[in-house]
């Protein structure tokens, strides 16, 4: 009976073993489309993960800001530079509030510390959602990430070399002749960082357009579909979130109808060529 029972243990444990084994082999293909077991973590420690990230990026910011701030008064003679070409011989800009002087290049260092440091902030960002993401959309997501930061770069620029020379132009012609322009420096710091804002978010079009219809949100023939809606959608933002003025206004519907119609075609390109690539496996497979 004894022998019996041993036999019987041996047994159990062998099948145990089988079980397990075809367990882990399955694990092992699971794992190959994940990047890491982080999705099993608890809330705790993801918000502890989210915390370390927040830290990095702050210090990031901080660094940069501390080795910037004895340049503030450039930096900001470098941002009023558009608007100083553009006023009267006798017109200067002013400091309304007593601390305008100091806190409004302190503002403008703290934004071009965090502008500068993006790159590192979508690094800590992406650090932090990789690992939930299968190998597929890892693919995706790097090329995606780097373009989002060539973008918003790009938008800025072209906010600061094309659109706010435009802009302020525009406003100052239209002053009537009793009045002398002479913008106070702090209300200029928030036209301009909000101009800069709207045209760096702006220009990631192409890349939130994109991953919608990677995702399944949308289609490309539904979006097609619905381009002259898009469109005027694209002048109604742009006349919301931009001065009251038609410049500024044109200035940035046309580009996001542009950047719209990028995505788009970027879209197309990637599922004709995933489409294709799947092909090729299906043909591989039956070929097996």
Excluded at 242 to 268: C, H, N, R, Y
Aim: with cysteine.
């Amino acid at each position: 009976m004894g022998l019996f029972k041993r036999q019987k243990s041996r047994q159990e444990k062998a099948d145990n073993a089988g079980i397990e084994t075809a367990a882990n082999s399955e694990n092992s293909e699971d794992s190959g489309d994940i990047l890491s077991a982080a999705a099993d973590m608890p809330i705790t420690e993801h918000l502890i993960e989210l915390r370390r990230h927040l830290i990095k990026i702050c210090i990031a910011v901080l660094v940069i800001f501390l080795a910037l701030v004895g340049f503030s008064r450039e930096l900001y003679d470098f941002l009023s530079n558009p608007l100083v070409a553009q006023l009267p011989a006798n017109s200067t800009m002013i400091a309304t509030d007593i601390t305008s002087n100091f806190m409004a290049p302190i503002r403008l260092t703290i934004f071009v510390a965090a502008f500068v440091a993006m790159p590192y902030i979508l690094y800590q960002i992406w650090s932090f959602v990789a690992p939930g993401l299968y190998k597929k959309e890892k693919k995706i997501a790097i090329p995606v990430l780097m373009s989002s930061i060539f973008l918003f770069y790009a938008g800025v620029a072209f906010a600061y070399f094309i659109v706010l020379k435009g802009v302020l132009k525009f406003f100052i012609m239209f002053a009537p002749q009793n009045v002398l322009p002479m913008t106070d420096i702090d209300s200029y710091l928030s036209f301009a960082l909000k101009l800069f804002m709207v045209f760096g978010l702006t220009f990631e079009i192409p890349v939130i357009t994109l991953l919608l219809i990677l995702v399944g949100i949308v289609s490309i023939q539904s979006l097609e579909d619905k381009r002259r809606y898009i469109i005027v959608g694209c002048f109604g933002v742009a006349a919301v979130v931009t001065p009251p003025d038609g410049v500024s206004m044109l200035m940035l519907a046309i580009p996001m109808w542009l950047l719209f119609e990028l995505g788009l075609f970027l879209a197309k390109i990637l599922i004709k060529e995933e489409r294709r690539l799947d092909l090729v496996s299906d043909t591989a497979l039956k070929k097996e």
